[in-house]
């Protein structure tokens, strides 16, 4: 799994504020989910396990968690970075993963 580190801009956020978490699974037929959780492990749990999960993963389970950015964003930002990235295409998507493509995290 890939995880992003924390750019120290990040590190005054008030922790009292819940902390966000932007990340991605892998389906079982190779598609690429992205979503937000304050525990994205529990997350992938629920979505492998429980109608929890997102309605749209159901028939491509089993799914593996293969990406988190953990920084302590807001619910606001990390919607804002999710919505970005659900806006790629599956190959921008890929090259998001191997680094090889920048996107501005909202603050």
């Known amino acids: 799994m890939i995880t992003m580190t924390i750019d120290p801009i990040y590190e005054s ?5 819940k902390r966000f978490f932007v990340y991605m699974v892998r389906t079982s037929m190779g598609n690429l989910y992205t ?4 525990d994205p492990e529990r997350r992938c749990l629920e979505h492998n396990t429980s109608r ?9 389970r089993p799914v593996k968690l293969i990406w ?8 606001s930002s ?21 680094g090889d493509l920048p996107i501005e995290i909202p603050k």
């Open 52 to 60: 929890k999960g997102a309605r749209s993963l159901r028939g491509q």
């Open 13 to 17: 956020l008030d922790q009292k504020v």
């Open 78 to 98: 990390a919607l804002k970075f999710e919505h970005k990235l659900k806006q790629l295409s599956h190959q921008d998507k890929e090259r998001f993963l191997h």
């Open 35 to 38: 979503g937000i959780s304050v």
């Open 68 to 75: 988190t950015l953990d920084i302590p964003l807001t619910q």
